[in-house]
């Protein structure tokens, strides 16, 4: 049984929200949190318990609004979580198919207690899963994770019986709200910031593949009004995340023009041939909330990743900047910062972009959160004024495009050296980060490179963090997948074939001890 269980085995959150393949509902709450435990598939019987979760950590009769992309489950996910929201006694917003940022916005304009999103991001099409954000705007933290966890348990427990004669009445919003259409206002408003603060986009083509998500239907028009010939492609797919979109592309992607004429994924293959560094491409992931590009190179092309645009708008900063960057950006981004204009305050965070919020929010003017993946977190115009954090794919476009339009610019980063390796499966409850495992982790890694800082960081309780001027070790439990990730960070200009080594020796053991 369910409630019998301890809460730390409870994962029904992982690095960015609840997310797993999509499966009929089962005949009780206890099998519909034991379907997400250990199988990772969801239900709207699991979503209606989410939702009454959710009613209970707010005050009665409060205002929830909820938002979904375009999966196919979705309506059926955004109906149960309706009901179970209702049946805690709060009043419920629809904002309609929208990307991530959209409900965001949606949730600061309609003063919402909590804002629900119903997504999976880049995962397939048959994935599905919720990310929650307070009032604020803020993603949920390991706290309220545990809070909502501990909540589902103890309703799978109660005896709950819902007439059935009242459940239309209960899936039926209280009010609803275009979030897609206010998402595109406020977008208008950020582009001319951004032109303000560098300058106006001077791009002339681009094609662009928002995953066949909500930015589908618009985000070329949008463009064409600043004057940039953007082309959509993601329309041709078959689904969402279909062979298109940044959730198909890594970070250190490239192609001969061969190889892109013959990849399956549809931007890719859409490519013409183009001079050597020119921008041609722009790639958002199925929710919309991050965006990869694409270069041309001499004899093909590349993609240019979190790390890079983030590179972008800083050689045109003015000013005093706060970056923060998780465990997985180039070192180079960071050591580098003398060469900017601007001044640089720097903080390294964890995996996710909600921490990067974190380390921002206590002054949210001039701030940029990064991961290589292609998260941007900036800051935009509050609703009702002020300032607030969003990581925005198409906001990020447009500050890369702005910034890239700036005559004077400092000198780009020299890329360092990367290496992610993954134990998959592994059994994550072998890997704490602070057991006897990780000691011998430290060990072999001492012996190749020397002393070494061992630290872990805010927000994930078994990252372990191995660092020396210029090397950098991590090692991690994903927080979505069933694998423990190795991460190897060289700074340019150092020799990285010891501490690769070392890396390789590493997963070597951590394949014999965490595989079953």
């Given at each position: 049984?369910?409630?019998?269980?301890?809460?730390?085995?409870l994962?029904?959150?992982?690095?960015?929200?609840?997310?797993?393949?999509?499966c009929?509902?089962?005949?009780?709450?206890?099998?519909?949190?034991?379907?997400?435990?250990?199988?990772?598939?969801?239900?709207?019987?699991?979503?209606?318990?989410?939702?009454?979760?959710?009613?209970?950590?707010?005050?009665?009769?409060?205002?929830?609004?909820?938002a979904?992309?375009?999966?196919p489950?979705?309506?059926?996910?955004?109906?149960?979580?309706?009901?179970?929201?209702?049946?805690?006694?709060?009043?419920?917003?629809?904002?309609?198919?929208?990307?991530?940022?959209?409900?965001?916005?949606?949730?600061?304009?309609?003063?919402?207690?909590?804002?629900?999103?119903?997504?999976?991001?880049?995962?397939?099409?048959?994935?599905?899963?919720?990310?929650?954000f307070?009032?604020?705007?803020?993603?949920?933290?390991?706290?309220?994770?545990?809070?909502?966890?501990?909540?589902?348990?103890?309703?799978?427990?109660e005896?709950?019986?819902?007439?059935q004669?009242?459940?239309?009445?209960?899936?039926?919003?209280?009010?609803?709200?275009?979030?897609?259409?206010?998402?595109?206002?406020?977008?208008?408003?950020?582009?001319?910031?951004?032109a303000?603060?560098?300058?106006?986009?001077?791009?002339?083509?681009?094609?662009?593949?928002?995953?066949?998500?909500?930015?589908?239907?618009?985000?070329?028009?949008?463009?064409?009004?600043?004057?940039?010939?953007?082309?959509?492609?993601?329309?041709?797919?078959n689904?969402?995340?279909?062979?298109?979109?940044?959730?198909?592309?890594?970070?250190?992607?490239?192609?001969?023009?061969?190889?892109?004429a013959?990849?399956?994924?549809?931007?890719?293959?859409?490519?013409?041939?183009?001079?050597?560094?020119?921008?041609?491409?722009?790639?958002?992931?199925?929710?919309?909330?991050?965006c990869?590009?694409?270069?041309?190179?001499?004899?093909?092309?590349?993609?240019?990743?979190?790390?890079?645009?983030?590179?972008?708008?800083?050689?045109?900063?003015?000013?005093?900047?706060?970056?923060a960057?998780?465990?997985?950006?180039?070192?180079?981004?960071?050591?580098?910062?003398?060469?900017?204009?601007a001044?640089?305050?720097?903080?390294?965070?964890?995996?996710?972009?909600?921490?990067?919020?974190?380390?921002?929010?206590?002054?949210?003017?001039?701030?940029?959160?990064?991961?290589?993946?292609?998260?941007?977190?900036?800051?935009?115009?509050?609703?009702r004024?002020g300032?607030?954090?969003?990581?925005?794919?198409?906001?990020?476009?447009?500050?890369?495009?702005?910034?890239?339009?700036?005559?004077?610019?400092?000198?780009?980063?020299?890329?360092?050296?990367?290496?992610?390796?993954?134990?998959?499966?592994?059994?994550?409850?072998?890997?704490?980060?602070?057991?006897?495992?990780?000691?011998?982790?430290?060990?072999?890694?001492?012996?190749?490179?020397?002393?070494?800082?061992r630290?872990?960081?805010t927000?994930?309780?078994?990252?372990?963090?191995?660092e020396?001027?210029?090397?950098?070790?991590?090692?991690r439990?994903?927080?979505?997948q069933?694998?423990?990730?190795?991460?190897?960070?060289?700074?340019?200009?150092?020799?990285h074939?010891?501490?690769?080594?070392?890396?390789?020796?590493?997963?070597?053991?951590?394949?014999?001890?965490?595989?079953?």
């Amino acid at each position: 049984m369910i409630r019998t269980r301890r809460l730390g085995d409870l994962m029904l959150f992982g690095t960015d929200g609840i997310r797993g393949e999509v499966c009929e509902s089962p005949d009780s709450d206890d099998l519909a949190i034991s379907q997400l435990l250990e199988n990772r598939t969801i239900s709207p019987r699991l979503l209606r318990l989410v939702g009454e979760a959710l009613s209970r950590i707010v005050d009665v009769d409060s205002q929830i609004i909820v938002a979904w992309d375009d999966r196919p489950d979705n309506p059926d996910l955004a109906t149960a979580l309706t009901v179970g929201l209702h049946l805690g006694g709060c009043k419920v917003v629809h904002g309609g198919v929208c990307a991530t940022p959209a409900l965001h916005n949606a949730l600061l304009e309609t003063n919402s207690a909590l804002g629900c999103m119903i997504t999976a991001s880049h995962n397939p099409v048959t994935d599905s899963g919720i990310k929650v954000f307070d009032s604020s705007g803020f993603k949920t933290n390991p706290e309220m994770e545990r809070e909502i966890s501990e909540l589902v348990i103890q309703l799978a427990a109660e005896d709950r019986d819902v007439d059935q004669t009242f459940l239309q009445e209960l899936s039926e919003p209280d009010s609803y709200f275009n979030a897609d259409i206010a998402h595109q206002e406020l977008l208008v408003i950020r582009l001319a910031e951004f032109a303000g603060m560098f300058a106006a986009p001077n791009h002339h083509d681009l094609l662009i593949d928002s995953s066949k998500g909500a930015a589908s239907e618009w985000l070329s028009k949008f463009l064409g009004r600043t004057g940039i010939n953007a082309k959509e492609v993601s329309n041709i797919a078959n689904a969402l995340n279909e062979n298109c979109g940044a959730g198909e592309l890594s970070p250190s992607d490239s192609w001969t023009w061969e190889e892109a004429a013959r990849d399956d994924h549809i931007l890719i293959n859409s490519l013409q041939r183009s001079p050597a560094g020119e921008l041609i491409a722009a790639a958002l992931d199925g929710d919309g909330d991050r965006c990869l590009l694409i270069e041309a190179t001499e004899n093909g092309c590349r993609v240019i990743d979190g790390d890079e645009m983030a590179d972008h708008i800083l050689r045109s900063a003015k000013g005093d900047w706060h970056l923060a960057a998780s465990i997985e950006s180039d070192l180079a981004l960071m050591s580098s910062l003398n060469r900017l204009d601007a001044n640089v305050k720097f903080s390294q965070t964890a995996v996710g972009d909600r921490w990067l919020s974190q380390a921002l929010k206590e002054n949210i003017d001039l701030v940029l959160g990064v991961e290589d993946s292609g998260h941007l977190v900036m800051s935009a115009p509050h609703p009702r004024g002020g300032r607030c954090l969003v990581g925005d794919g198409v906001a990020s476009l447009l500050a890369v495009l702005c910034a890239m339009s700036c005559e004077d610019r400092a000198m780009p980063f020299s890329r360092g050296f990367k290496r992610r390796i993954s134990i998959s499966p592994s059994n994550r409850s072998r890997w704490t980060g602070t057991n006897e495992l990780a000691n011998t982790v430290e060990y072999i890694a001492t012996n190749k490179l020397g002393e070494l800082n061992r630290h872990g960081l805010t927000g994930e309780a078994n990252l372990m963090l191995l660092e020396t001027d210029g090397i950098s070790i991590g090692v991690r439990n994903s927080g979505t997948q069933a694998k423990t990730n190795v991460s190897l960070r060289v700074a340019p200009g150092i020799e990285h074939s010891v501490a690769l080594e070392a890396v390789e020796q590493i997963v070597a053991t951590l394949n014999e001890n965490l595989s079953d």
